[in-house]
């Protein structure tokens, strides 16, 4: 049987890296789609590189992304690219609404033409629910973004499942709740309180410097959902699916966790900021993923708690031999 190919735009972010590993063990031949012009941080796939090819696109661009594909000739596409850190979707709306939304139309145009077969998962975010309607959010729980960055996901969310419907595309979408590493950028509030928890523990800083921290989430661990995202590809029907791990915890509770983890009281160290407020809170978000259990059979594996100490950890060591 001839060699599967993924396609990945966004390989070189968290979930794209994640999601190289796994299809790669899943004997994937794997294309990652980065962008010429931008400062693209390699990082997180430097460990990949002699395995995965680059090549280079944009989404902006629709020509190069048709080039892409005619060149890939991917049998699956994982459209992970977006620029998704929500308080810069108030900074840069415009970019965020081109790359987040309009570039999911470019992608889906894009293989459209050069070959329907394809099969197309996007990105959706639990953003997309923001003041929610009713708790636990699931598929078919309505929208109500609370941000820039929100509204462009659910744009990007609906025009896949149009695209599906109308031209037959096996275009899906997971609806993906909060999900953290150690690879986690560092604006992220989970990275920003395990390095700044390694920070204090290691006599680098004394304060951690964080807003809401009654805001609650959904979080798990990023190398669990990119499984989720290949079983929906690998279903006989499309279909899109919340993935999330059916628990919520505050912010505090994370504060909590990682300065325990390391012996300290939170208490003397964090300080409350209103520059960290953001305009419009999402107060509350936890998701029900019992469609992605009964018919992907898809389980989160690593807990809330064994995630927040495995970052503390990955911290503490890079900077403990940063420091020596």
Avoid at 51 to 69: A, C, P
Avoid at 129 to 151: A, H
Avoid at 240 to 262: K, M, N, P, W
Wanted: net charge negative; charged share 25%.
């Amino acid at each position: 049987m001839a060699q599967k190919v993924a396609l990945i735009t966004g390989v070189t972010g968290q979930d794209g890296s994640y999601l190289a590993e796994f299809l790669l063990d899943q004997g994937y031949q794997v294309f990652g789609m980065v962008r010429r012009s931008s400062e693209e941080k390699f990082e997180r796939i430097s460990h990949l590189m002699d395995k995965i090819e680059l090549v280079q696109g944009d989404l902006l661009d629709q020509f190069s992304l048709m080039s892409v594909l005619e060149e890939t000739k991917p049998s699956e596409v994982y459209n992970l690219a977006a620029q998704s850190f929500v308080p810069t979707s108030w900074k840069q709306p415009v970019l965020t609404s081109e790359f987040t939304a309009l570039g999911v139309t470019k992608l889906l145009e894009s293989i459209r033409f050069v070959d329907r077969n394809i099969r197309f998962y996007q990105a959706s975010s639990s953003e997309m629910f923001g003041k929610v309607r009713e708790t636990p959010q699931s598929e078919e729980t309505p929208f109500y973004p609370r941000s820039p960055y929100g509204v462009s996901k659910a744009y990007g969310h609906y025009i896949t499942v149009n695209y599906r419907e109308s031209y037959g595309l096996f275009a899906v979408s997971g609806i993906l709740f909060n999900h953290e590493s150690p690879r986690r950028g560092l604006e992220f509030v989970t990275r920003k309180v395990t390095d700044g928890v390694a920070r204090i523990k290691l006599g680098l800083e004394n304060e951690i410097r964080l807003g809401n921290l009654d805001a609650k989430r959904d979080w798990g661990f990023a190398g669990d959902y990119v499984r989720a995202m290949w079983l929906m590809l690998q279903q006989s029907n499309p279909d899109d699916y919340v993935i999330s791990t059916g628990e919520t915890h505050s912010v505090r509770d994370l504060v909590q966790v990682a300065f325990q983890h390391v012996d300290l009281d939170w208490e003397e160290y964090v300080k409350i900021d209103k520059a960290f407020i953001r305009p419009a809170e999402v107060d509350l978000l936890v998701g029900d993923c019992s469609k992605a259990k009964n018919e992907l059979g898809w389980e989160p594996t690593v807990s809330f708690e064994q995630m927040i100490t495995m970052m503390v950890d990955a911290d503490l060591e890079r900077l403990g031999s940063s420091e020596r």
